[in-house]
């Protein structure tokens, strides 16, 4: 049974950073092997893609991150990280990791699987 989770959330301030990790553990999926991806899903919204890595590390990202997010991978330790500067309120959320099971990338959480418990960011004054 593969596992992800997620941690480093927490409250924060407009106009500053956090970095998210997520973490697989268990009977691993060759980690190396597979695209992941970062969520978020904020009460009475729907969840919503905020990025991905492939397995080569190239990143592709929704566009309201605006070059604010970064998304990397240290695949030897089964992590992947979510940057994140300038926050505002608007990003205030349960951030979640999954594994992608599509051929390419997609923003429905439908073509994703293996998603972690999530992880509260709160950006507020």
């Known amino acids: 049974q593969v596992r992800l989770v997620e941690s480093g959330g927490g409250l924060v301030q407009p106009g500053e950073s956090l970095t998210l990790s997520c973490v697989a553990s268990g009977d691993t999926f060759t980690f190396k092997d597979y695209d992941l991806a970062w969520f978020r899903q904020s009460p009475g919204k729907e969840r919503e893609f905020v990025g991905d890595i492939n397995l080569i590390g190239r990143q592709t990202y929704a566009n309201f991150v605006k070059g604010r997010f970064a998304i990397s991978r240290h695949s030897a330790k089964n992590i992947m990280y979510l940057q994140m500067n300038d926050l505002n309120p608007e990003d205030t959320a349960v951030y979640y990791c999954?594994?992608?099971?599509?051929?390419?990338?997609?923003?429905?959480?439908?073509?994703?699987?293996?998603w972690g418990p999530g992880t509260q960011v709160t950006v507020s004054s």
């Open positions: 999954a594994r992608r099971i599509s051929l390419y990338t997609t923003s429905a959480p439908d073509d994703y699987d293996n």
